[in-house]
């Protein structure tokens, strides 16, 4: 998801070759309150807030209150695995 405009939405997918749909043009603040993230209304932006689904459920999320707090790739697919281990045994 984001509040993007769609040529910037675009680029981004290109630039990272997203094999994924992804939603532009949202309301910022309204986002932000949907997943009940810290909102900059000064600057209007919302802090990171990073979700993990199974099956339409959230397994994972974290929140940041400021700039950091960004969930990177090698974490994700390492709690991915982690979870595939626990419905193994």
Do not use: C, W
């Not at 992804?22 to 600057?43: H, M, P, Q, T, W």
């Not at 990171?48 to 999320?61: S, Y």
């Amino acid at each position: 998801m984001s509040v993007d405009k769609e040529e910037d939405a675009r680029k981004m997918v290109e630039k990272h070759k997203a094999r994924f749909p992804v939603v532009y043009g949202l309301d910022v603040r309204k986002e932000a309150e949907k997943i009940d993230a810290y909102f900059d209304s000064e600057n209007s932006y919302f802090q990171p807030a990073n979700f993990i689904l199974r099956d339409g459920k959230v397994v994972q999320a974290t929140y940041s209150s400021g700039p950091l707090g960004r969930l990177q790739a090698e974490q994700v697919l390492m709690l991915i695995d982690h979870y595939r281990k626990q419905n193994k045994g």
